[in-house]
């Protein structure tokens, strides 16, 4: 059987269908084909990155339930809608292929799932056990490490747990970066953050960045750097390496690492001696002067270019270009808390601004990125559960550890982030039960005997803090795979059960919030509802509801915020300022200049936040190669490596392999290598052990640290 | 229309690498490869010794890889911007190694190319391309340049301008560096692989022969219509019912 058609219907057909295909796909671009997607549209979601105390803020566009993309808040007056890809990349985390979802027991036959309701019960259990076993002792066995990587009603829901379970002893974060700066400027100046906002860098004549990296570290804050430079004001950089940051500076003094305080003391000196200080100011404001005058006084010209490495005339000029300045700003970054000597470096530091008057008013004061928690915290929780004594510091809680004095232990950070890792990871292991709440397999799990698994910044509402003690807000974008539960749940959870009477009612972080700013005076008008309403946070306290910020100086009746209103140049508890070099410099009495001649730094990079969560970013492993030690080529070459080649970081404590790059970025006789790197990382990009296996563990009196200490590259084949 | 352009003041950036995840996440641009980028070169002008070039496709005004698509799978919009028409593109890589500035890649799951077109996916939404709504140092201004008001055609009539271009295989680009930048001839010679190349000569001739037949078929079409045929004296054309093929 067949079908006939003719050659009129043939055509007919066939130019219909020439016609319909016109129609449906235009068949040239000069018709007006286009790819672009078709619109459709997001839900918008408000946030802020988790990571520095930059606090970036964003609106996260969601679609199908999930965030997208991330758009930076343009009304955020510190960061003008920037972000850097530190921050973004918790988009890519939260669905990252390698996050744990699920909490876990470690058995004899290995890890094994259970549930969140299980691993509660478990938890509670553990934590009645060992009150039951030690009673009123109890403080002394309990114990957690901070950062938790939520949120601050996540903070507080922890911190009241913690204080119905009997527990003091809190590892503050910042134990191992500015610790030793915050608490210093708490003793001496009543504030334990900067003394202004970073908006009046605008303001001064002279803007000093000691150690302060800020192009690097707080990629965002750059701008302000830019907004200081148009309105005329000159920038030095402190720092021994060259980096991003030194593109936005009038001169830079490539100071040797660690002897900041002894160029500070020898301008101190410099002033007293000269007379040019302000006495009027300092008879009528200040303390123990002649302790200061004591302490400054070894510190001669050809004293401080001896410790400095820098040439006599760099120094004359740096001084006189401080004392020329009628307005002066100092920046002091993370580095200068990671030396031995870190707490002489920051009085002396401090000791120079009040001398000549350069604490208090505009274009004044001093500034540092990390810390800016405002106040309350304690008194809240102390309303809730009563007054407590201070717990202990990490350093002395090692010691309770390796004596087996430590039942609980919440691990919510890395322990990889102190010195001498390995050997404390021996040290947890005498720890009866290790909570870790975390992201990704990290090496935490080996010491661990509970694994929580937590969320990310998308997948819980609450509030955070940045540097300029602003308070922001985010809502709750996303739901969390699996059991992953925000901090202030799993807290929160544990605590109902431990005080079930007493345990504050909240059913999410805005009620929390809410409590709070009910609680304390000072919080009145840092509501949930203003705090949506604001791009850039609220910069506390606000006593009033719908009262202003207070921006810029937080001296504003002129005084100190001492018991006495006046600064002292002599801290009684600690005494003098001596300075020496950082503990295990070639230079310092316990050094070994001949087996290790190199002065070992480590730092923060660009791209890369601390020692856990980012390593599992892909988008940025794709702006690493693996660790690397960055040196110059005279050192590089005097130790018989090439750039580009594998060798080894030696110290007297161990060694890691780092790929060279000879750079003249970096003064000679000094090795940087970034912190960030981890051992269980997917990518090899990020790969590497924990740098501080080779790192002893020093401590000054307040903060673990890290830098400083003599070492020595050496050949592989060697 | 509006006619969009960009402009970059590299002085100000420091490469931190917003722009490129930025540009990533919006675009789903898998990591590793990129729309954008920032060029870094040694220059003693700057503390750091480095100076850096931040850059995309330059929506270039005789662009190269517009000539060089043997399915006229990209081509300048009125509006000022080079696109791709996905569905239509084969990935031959034609255009990637026909562009001097290297702004595009095959995308690995897609199969086809894929570039900087200003965020077009996400215009609608009235928010920037990602690499300049999330740059913190506000290194990139966008907008209409067509209108006058707009801060991009502002800064083109009060700035010196400095275009990026290569020396042997000049495109017009329209993005434009604000004042002095970095490195302007790096770009490199275009050069098209040589089965493409030849592919076109070939492309040439179809074309032609093309329309040469399409001519023939429209000439029989209006006979057909204006001069009928006789369906009876004609061949008629037997289409198979069956599949076994039966002869005319």
Same mark, same amino acid.
């Given at each position: ?28 671009? @000069?018709?007006? @084909? ?121 903070? +507080? ?152 490495? $820098? ?85 002395? +809680? ?29 040290? $947890? ?24 698994? @937590? ?82 946070? $609220? ?31 002599? +801290? ?147 | ?41 040694? #220059? ?99 907008? #209409? ?104």
């Amino acid at each position: 059987m067949s079908s006939k058609v003719s050659r009129r219907t043939f055509m007919k057909a066939g130019a219909a269908a020439v016609g319909a295909l016109t129609c449906l796909r235009p068949l040239s671009p @000069a018709l007006g @084909a286009n790819s672009a997607t078709p619109g459709i549209d997001y839900e918008r979601v408000h946030g802020y990155c988790p990571f520095c105390q930059t606090r970036c803020t964003f609106t996260a566009f969601k679609k199908n339930g999930k965030a997208e993309f991330l758009v930076g808040k343009d009304g955020n007056r510190w960061t003008a809608g920037g972000m850097c890809p530190k921050g973004m990349s918790f988009l890519e985390l939260a669905d990252s292929p390698h996050r744990l979802t699920r909490p876990m027991l470690k058995t004899a036959s290995g890890w094994q799932n259970i549930s969140y309701d299980e691993a509660i019960a478990l938890t509670v259990e553990k934590l009645q056990e060992a009150r039951r076993r030690h009673g009123n002792e109890i403080a002394r066995h309990l114990a957690l490490t901070a950062p938790l990587w939520d949120c601050r009603e996540s903070e +507080l829901a922890a911190l009241i747990t913690m204080r119905f379970a009997g527990c003091i002893n809190i590892m503050p974060p910042g134990e191992v970066c500015i610790s030793t700066a915050s608490s210093t400027l708490n003793t001496l100046l009543g504030s334990g953050n900067s003394t202004t906002t970073v908006d009046e860098v605008e303001n001064a004549e002279l803007l000093v960045l000691w150690g302060a990296n800020i192009s690097e570290t707080y990629p965002p804050y750059t701008r302000w750097l830019e907004k200081a430079k148009a309105k005329g004001v000159r920038i030095i950089l402190l720092d021994c390496r060259r980096t991003r940051t030194s593109n936005f500076v009038d001169r830079q003094l490539r100071i040797a690492p660690g002897t900041d305080g002894a160029l500070a003391l020898g301008f101190v000196n410099q002033i007293i001696q000269d007379g040019s200080y302000d006495k009027a100011y300092v008879a009528e404001n200040t303390n123990n002067f002649n302790a200061l005058v004591k302490d400054a006084s070894p510190w001669t010209l050809a004293q401080v270019a001896a410790a400095t490495d $820098l040439a006599e005339e760099d120094i004359i000029r740096f001084y006189r270009e401080l004392m020329n300045s009628r307005r002066t700003m100092m920046w002091l970054g993370g580095s200068l808390s990671r030396y031995s000597n870190g707490m002489a470096t920051v009085r002396a530091i401090i000791a120079m601004q009040v001398l000549c008057n350069q604490i208090m008013g505009s274009g004044k004061g001093l500034l540092t990125m990390e810390s800016g928690k405002p106040e309350g915290e304690k008194e809240f929780v102390d309303h809730i559960c009563g007054r407590a004594p201070a717990g202990v510091n990490f350093r002395r +809680l090692r010691i309770a550890m390796d004596r087996n004095e430590i039942d609980v232990l919440f691990l919510n950070s890395s322990y990889r982030r102190y010195p001498d890792c390995d050997g404390l990871k021996e040290t $947890l292991k005498k720890v009866n039960f290790v909570i870790h709440r975390g992201f990704f397999k990290t090496e935490e799990l080996e010491v661990a005997h509970l694994f929580v698994p @937590a969320t990310f910044t998308l997948e819980s509402q609450g509030s955070h803090y940045g540097a300029e003690k602003q308070v922001v807000w985010r809502d709750k974008c996303q739901n969390a795979p699996g059991d992953c539960v925000p901090d202030w749940q799993f807290y929160r959870d544990i605590g109902r059960r431990l005080e079930p009477e007493k345990y504050p009612r909240f059913e999410t972080p805005s009620e929390l919030a809410t409590l709070f700013s009910n609680t304390l005076p000072d919080w009145k008008g840092i509501t949930v509802d203003r705090l949506r309403k604001s791009p850039s946070g $609220l910069v506390g306290p606000i006593p009033a509801i719908n009262g202003p910020e207070l921006l810029g100086c937080i001296f504003r009746d002129g005084k100190f915020r001492t018991p006495d209103g006046k600064f002292d140049f002599l +801290l009684k508890a600690v005494g003098p300022i001596i300075w020496t070099p950082p503990k295990g410099a070639p230079k310092d009495k316990d050094g070994d200049p001949k087996n290790f001649p190199l002065t070992f730094i480590q730092g923060k990079i660009l791209t890369q936040w601390q020692q856990t969560i980012t390593n599992f970013a892909a988008s940025l492993a794709q702006f690493s190669n693996g660790r690397y030690v960055q040196v110059h080529p005279e050192t590089a070459s005097q130790c018989g490596v090439k750039h580009g080649e594998t060798a080894y970081l030696v110290t007297a404590f161990g060694k890691v392999e780092a790929r060279i790059e000879a750079s003249e970025d970096i003064t000679p006789g000094v090795v940087f290598t970034p912190s960030h790197f981890l051992g269980t990382s997917p990518y090899p990009a990020t790969n590497s052990p924990p740098i501080n296996s080779i790192l002893p563990n020093y401590w000054d009196r307040i903060s673990a640290q890290f830098n400083g200490l003599g070492c020595m590259l050496q050949p592989m084949k060697g | 229309m509006p006619r969009y352009r960009m402009l970059i003041d590299s002085n100000k950036c420091y490469n931190c690498g917003a722009c490129i995840v930025g540009c990533q996440q919006r675009n789903s641009v898998p990591y590793g490869y990129r729309r954008n980028w920032v060029r870094v070169d040694a #220059d003693p002008d700057y503390g750091f010794g480095k100076g850096f070039q931040p850059g995309g496709c330059m929506q270039c005004d005789a662009p190269l890889c517009v000539e060089a698509c043997p399915t006229q799978a990209t081509w300048k919009g009125d509006d000022g911007v080079v696109l791709i028409d996905v569905q239509r593109c084969i990935g031959c890589g034609a255009c990637i190694a026909a562009c001097p500035y290297d702004a595009r890649y095959r995308h690995p799951e897609r199969g086809t190319v894929d570039k900087c077109d200003y965020c077009a996916s996400s215009r609608h939404l009235g928010i920037a391309p990602a690499c300049v709504q999330l740059c913190p140092a506000q290194v990139r201004t966008f907008g #209409d340049a067509s209108d006058p008001s707009s801060e991009v055609a502002q800064i083109a009539a009060q700035q010196t301008l400095t275009y990026v271009e290569s020396p042997q295989s000049p495109t017009k680009p329209s993005l434009a560096f604000v004042g002095a930048t970095t490195v302007t001839n790096w770009p490199r010679a275009a050069a098209l692989p040589s089965p493409i190349a030849a592919m076109r000569v070939v492309a040439t001739g179809v074309r032609y022969l093309g329309a040469l037949s399409l001519f023939g078929v429209i000439a029989m079409f209006f006979k057909q219509i204006l001069i009928p045929s006789d369906d009876k004296s004609g061949a008629e054309i037997h289409t198979p019912a069956s599949g076994k093929g039966e002869k005319p």
